[in-house]
């Protein structure tokens, strides 16, 4: 059983900076693949980036990929998403997921186990 709970989201203007983290309360994440998803109103969920559990690995969404960065602190079981140069098109709800057994697709939705309750992000022009 994996819990999560995302924290930093909030409204800033495009260009802004802004660090997304989701905490795993039971601590039993360590072992997971973690990423990020997003899902904007009217849109389906997207993927944004991934980490493999020891972090040595990582992939991010063309639409992002060196913008964001990805990361996480196993000791504290912590998983992060630093937003640079955030533009409007980055207004979603975004939600941290957890993948217990490996299924061979980091960017698909269906194939994780555990999901945060999603924290708002709103990028004003």
């Known amino acids: 059983q994996v819990q999560l709970g995302e924290s930093g989201g909030g409204s800033v203007q495009a260009g802004d900076s802004l660090t997304l983290s989701c905490s795993d309360s039971?601590?039993?994440?360590?072992?997971?693949?973690m990423a990020w998803f997003r899902q904007a109103p009217g849109a389906d969920r997207e993927f944004v980036a991934a980490?493999?559990?020891?972090?040595?690995?990582?992939h991010y969404a063309a639409s992002v990929k060196d913008r964001f960065i990805i990361s996480r602190d196993n000791d504290r079981s912590t998983l992060d998403l630093q937003m640079n140069n955030l533009k409007p098109e980055d207004t979603a709800v975004y939600y941290c997921?957890?993948?217990?057994?490996?299924?061979?697709?980091?960017?698909?939705?269906?194939?994780?186990?555990?999901w945060g309750q999603g924290t708002q992000v709103i990028v004003s022009s």
């Open positions: 039971l601590q039993t994440s360590r072992r997971h693949v």
């Open positions: 997921a957890a993948m217990q057994t490996w299924r061979g697709n980091y960017d698909s939705a269906s194939d994780y186990d555990y």
């Open positions: 980490i493999s559990w020891s972090g040595a690995t990582s």
